[in-house]
Structure formats: C-alpha cells, structure tokens
C-alpha cells in the first residue's frame, strides 16, 4: 500500500468542500447501523442540504438497497468514481462496483483500508454539507482507518440494541471515540421496544441493559421504536 501521509494529502485535497463529516458506529452487527446512516442522509437531503454517503462496510455492504439503487453502477472515468444519486443523497458503496451476488466478499485488513481510502480519496464529492459514514461493526481497521486519515470529524453516532451483550460492545466503540477525540453526538437505541397496534400495550423486546452507560458516563439520546404488524418505525 502506498505511503499513508502520500494519500492522505490528496483525502485532505478531495475532501476540501466536504463542510461536516458524521460517522455511524456500533460495537455489534445488526443493530441498525445503516438503516440509521440512510435516514439521516434522507432526512438531512429533504432539508436541502447536500449529502454524500460512504457505505464503509467493505464486506458487508448494502446501502444502495435502501435507496433503490440495487442495478446501478457508478461511472469510473480517468481513475475518479463518480457517486450514484437517489433522493438528492450522492452515495458509494462496494456492492454495485463487485459482482457481490456470486459470494461473500473475503477480504484482509489492507483490501479493506485501501477500499476506504478510495471512497475518500477518489469519488468525486464536490460540494456537501454532510458526508455520512456508515462504518463497519467493532473498533477495527474500518473505523481506524477513518479517524486516521481524515483530517477532521464532526461527530459520531452509535447505534446499539438494548441488550446487555450490544450495550457492552457500544461502549467499547463510545470509549474509543473519546480516545481519539471524536465528539459524540449521540447514541440511538434501536429496536426499543414494539407498541401493538391493536390494544396499544408497550412490548419491551429485549431486555434491558442501560446501567452499562453509567461506566462511560453516556445517556442514550435517542429511541426508534415500532408500531404494529407492519414494523413502522417511529
């Protein structure tokens, strides 16, 4: 791989007219990481901001799904990609540039660095308000790589599940945002609990775990609940 502080200065170049970057994080897979990263990229488009977002999870990647983007292929011209678009949200992602489909995406730690540091490096943002992140699961090379080599973060998300064993990995996640000195903005319970919709009873679906946070000082600032047979969140 090529010398860090070589592309770093072009990600600084690159990332020039980027105004706030946000990176999505959690400790545990499956806990909605990228269904809050596509959210808050919708969310943040219909108030007119412009809004990039990176689907950082290199062998796991589907972000282009939530946008309806399943077939679509971004434009790769004189090495630079160009970004799909859906919504007013400019995304990347590994999916549509893999023939994913024909199996898992195998790949080590440096495969995994480089991809990163090309959807910094080589797309082709232009003017944003937001770039979103949607980072892997845990604290390894994807999320490292990020903090390391942009040359400044806005803030962090975590997302967690309110299980004991999701709530333990956030707070690793919460611990080495404060070690790297990245401000939280906040941390979203997902899956907090089911409202039925026919006698309105509140169904906590898993069970609690919150006195965890106390050992890192954090308070959950925000819950996605359901409502009903359809899994309307609210």
Excluded at 43 to 50: E, M, Q, T, V
Excluded at 98 to 115: C, E, H, N, Q, T
Excluded at 163 to 180: H, P, W
Aim: charged fraction near 20%; glycine fraction near 8%; include cysteine.
């Amino acid at each position: 791989m090529e010398d860090r502080s070589d592309f770093q200065s072009m990600i600084i170049e690159n990332m020039a007219r980027v105004k706030k970057v946000i990176i999505v994080v959690g400790g545990k897979g499956g806990v909605g990481k990228s269904t809050i990263s596509a959210s808050l990229a919708y969310a943040l488009a219909a108030r007119d901001s412009k809004v990039g977002l990176i689907d950082a999870d290199i062998t796991g990647p589907n972000i282009t799904r939530f946008f309806g983007l399943n077939a679509a292929k971004p434009e790769v011209l004189d090495d630079r990609i160009y970004p799909l678009e859906a919504y007013n949200v400019k995304l990347i992602s590994m999916e549509p540039l893999l023939d994913y489909f024909s199996g898992s995406v195998a790949w080590r730690g440096p495969m995994v660095i480089k991809a990163i540091v090309n959807f910094l490096r080589d797309v082709v943002w232009g003017n944003l308000d937001y770039l979103i992140i949607d980072l892997p699961p845990g604290i390894g090379d994807g999320i490292l790589t990020v903090m390391q080599v942009l040359p400044e973060i806005t803030g962090a998300i975590v997302v967690t599940t309110p299980q004991n064993i999701a709530l333990m990995d956030a707070t690793k996640s919460v611990e080495l945002l404060n070690k790297m000195e990245v401000p939280l903005i906040g941390l979203i319970e997902n899956m907090s609990y089911h409202i039925c919709r026919s006698c309105g009873t509140k169904e906590e679906i898993f069970p609690r775990g919150r006195q965890i946070f106390k050992e890192v000082q954090t308070e959950i600032a925000g819950k996605i609940t359901y409502r009903g047979n359809s899994g309307q969140a609210q």
